[in-house]
């Protein structure tokens, strides 16, 4: 029987990661695996972890994160913003990947059928920080307390003014796309940042949740009828409930953070099957 897997934040530029990814495989020919974002920093590195798990499983479902929107001095390819994340889907496309852009496979194992789709929202900072009400507010309190997410200075909105800009464009786009679901099949909505605030109330830095997300998101899991809410970035692997729906979280992290829990990573993670 097929199981449809996920993960996410597999930051293969650690060598004890790599480890783990060379570990996953399916427990069956047919299983697909939904990978979450943060792969890693360098395209080069992602395409490589991708094609690696794509000969492994029937079918591979990518949606970006932050890391891979980096244009990272160590990375030869310095595209930026819009072209970057062009790029990296062409690149999907190339080794038989499937992106935010392509049509929504549909799950037909146990659990379905199901529409999985990936999207790329990003955040537009309204998850603001505690007692802070303005964008300006929110950031200020960050700079003081030193919690600010390395995307301030890596990942870059090109050609947009700013990355909340880039964020509402991706809503309006994403969320024509999902109205258009055959409004009888559920759904496994895929995100690296989480679509609903929930998540990111146990951090341990609250200030953090700006880049985590956006209010626009915040009826999803109900509007689209998901059976299960995926995505990663916090680095906290649980399930959660929200309005009755599942929330997965299905991250490894980084190393300093898997190797104080009491148990090795458990990946990849069932969503359905």
Known sequence: MSTLYAVSDLHVSYA??????DDLQPSSPGDWLIVAGDVGELLGSVEAT???????????????????????????VQLRGVRRYDRLVEMC???????PEDEYAVWRGEGG????A??????DYSFRAPGTTTKEESLAYAYRTGVVCTDEQLLHPD??????SWCWDRVERTER???AIDPALRTVLVSHWPLHRHP??????????????????ADWHLRFRATAAVYGHLHIPRTTWQDGVRFEEVSLGYPREWRGRPAAPALPKRILG
């Open 159 to 164: 050609p947009y003014p700013d990355r909340e």
């Open 200 to 217: 990111t109330e146990v951090l341990w830095y609250p200030e953090f949740a700006q880049w985590c997300g956006t209010e626009r998101t």
């Open 16 to 21: 004890e990661n790599r480890r783990i990814v």
């Open 50 to 76: 991708l094609r690696l798990l794509r000969e492994r499983f029937a079918k591979v479902i990518w949606a970006p994160g932050n890391h891979e929107l980096w244009t990272h001095g160590d990375d030869p």
């Open 118 to 123: 990936p999207l790329f929202l990003l955040y």
């Open 177 to 179: 796309r999902l109205s």
């Open 113 to 116: 059928p199901a529409a999985v």
């Open 93 to 99: 496309r190339e080794i038989d990947v499937l992106t």
